[in-house]
């Protein structure tokens, strides 16, 4: 337990270290200007094609995670007549609060930005443009 948790504490000072100190250096330099004007646009391309669906595929998607672990947690005794409560006693009870959490804050964080797509789109409408247009200038439409 002790190496994973170094290796987590590694892996999250790299990746704040990189985003911190070291991206804005290279992104200041010339010769990697064209590198991240490109992967910029990617990853704004890849928001905009996701941007109305993104609270749906994820509720559906913890939907499907949910019934699989329900299922598994009622098939697999009794495909296998194993016992597993103390593999599940070994779960610390503090995990499912922090995971409800997790879940509760990634759907207000996938609303609020639905929530500004939408207004971007109110306004866009109430300057005169079409619902097609509004759509097209919200990222809702390719």
Do not use: C
């Amino acid at each position: 337990m002790l190496g994973f948790l170094s290796f987590a504490f590694f892996l999250i000072g790299a990746l704040l270290s990189y985003f911190i100190w070291i991206r804005p250096i290279l992104r200041a330099r010339p010769a990697f200007a064209d590198f991240y004007a490109r992967s910029e646009s990617r990853w704004a391309a890849f928001v905009a094609k996701f941007n109305s669906i993104k609270t749906k595929l994820s509720a559906t998607l913890l939907m499907i995670a949910s019934g699989l672990v329900s299922l598994h947690d009622f098939i697999v005794p009794v495909v296998t007549g194993i016992d597993w409560t103390p593999l599940y006693e070994k779960v610390p009870a503090w995990i499912w609060p922090l995971i409800s959490f997790a879940l509760g804050a990634l759907f207000l964080w996938l609303r609020t930005l639905t929530a500004k797509t939408q207004e971007k789109q109110l306004e866009a409408v109430a300057a005169g443009a079409s619902v097609q247009e509004s759509a097209v200038q919200a990222g809702l439409a390719p």
